[in-house]
C-alpha cells in the first residue's frame, strides 16, 4: 500500500523540488554566475550570519528533509536497494541540477547543498530498512 502511493507521489514531488529549487521562494536570475566551492564552512558562516532559527531550519534542515524520499527509491528501482549505486547516481544527479543553477543563474552552485542533499536521500535509506525490518515488506 505505502510503495503503491510512494509510486504515484515521488514524480510530482520530485517536480515541485525542481520548481522550488529554480523558480520557487522569490527566486530572481542573478547577474552573475555564483559558485560556494568551501565545504561546511559556508554552511557555518551562513548559520553564524544567519537573521533567524527559521531561516536556518528552512534552508539547513530543509537542504535534508526534503530529499529523504528519494532513500526510497528502491521501491520503485530495485538497483537502488543498495545505498552505494543510490549514493553514486543521487550525487550525480544533484550535482547536475546545481550546475543547472549555476548555468541558468537561478540558484547557486554549492557543494554544501550537494553534502547536505546527499545525506538526506542516507537518511532515507536508513528509515527505509527500518520500516521493511519492522514492518516487513509484505505489508509495506
Known sequence: MIKK????IIVPYTL?????????MGRTQYED???????????????????????II?????????FIPFGFLGWIFTRFNDLKTLLFVFIQAITIVEGL????????????????????????????NFVEKTFGKSVI
Open 5 to 8: 502511493l510512494y509510486k504515484i
Open 16 to 24: 515541485f523540488l525542481l520548481y522550488l529549487m529554480f523558480l520557487g
Open 33 to 55: 554566475n555564483l559558485l560556494t566551492l568551501e565545504p561546511v564552512l559556508a554552511t557555518i558562516n551562513f548559520i553564524k550570519g544567519a537573521a533567524s532559527l527559521k531561516e
Open 58 to 66: 528552512k534552508i539547513v534542515i530543509g537542504n535534508i528533509v526534503m
Open 101 to 128: 543553477q549555476y548555468f541558468t543563474r537561478m540558484g547557486i552552485f554549492e557543494v554544501d547543498d550537494i553534502i547536505l542533499n546527499t545525506f538526506g536521500v542516507y537518511l532515507g535509506f536508513l528509515i527505509r
